[in-house]
């Protein structure tokens, strides 16, 4: 599967931003679909996930009451919603998707197809 993220900006602490992640190539609906940032000289982390049906998500401890992860598998899209945005937010946001979905859904090494990722930038 093909993914390709967007959304990424320069926002003002305190702002919003949507991402959003277009998938193609197989059926969507089979994934988990995770997000994951990577801030400068930091490794990758962890932000949020959902299951295939869209039934349950899961979030980092940082982000959670923050930020929203929602899919639309009409339109094989993921999102992110971001809300209350911290200079500490600032990184490289990427979605990823999982085949098996009875492995943890935080670990980035059991994701199997990877997006290019867009920059997120938080201003103070």
């Known amino acids: 599967v093909q993914l390709q993220a967007s959304g990424g900006g320069l926002v003002q602490a305190g702002g919003s931003l949507r991402l959003s992640c277009a998938a193609s190539?197989?059926?969507?609906?089979?994934?988990?679909m995770g997000w994951f940032r990577q801030a400068p000289g930091k490794e990758r982390e962890f932000v949020a996930a959902?299951?295939?049906?869209?039934?349950?998500?899961y979030y980092a401890d940082s982000v959670k009451g923050r930020f929203t992860i929602s899919r639309d598998n009409a339109k094989n899209t993921v999102s992110l919603q971001m809300n209350s945005l911290s200079p500490e937010d600032t990184a490289v946001y990427s979605c990823?998707?999982?085949?098996?979905?009875?492995?943890?859904?935080?670990?980035?090494?059991?994701?199997?197809?990877w997006g290019q990722g867009t920059q997120v930038t938080v201003s103070s």
């Open positions: 959902i299951t295939r049906s869209g039934g349950s998500t």
């Open positions: 190539g197989r059926t969507f609906s089979n994934y988990v």
């Open positions: 990823a998707a999982k085949e098996n979905y009875r492995v943890s859904y935080s670990l980035s090494f059991l994701y199997d197809y």
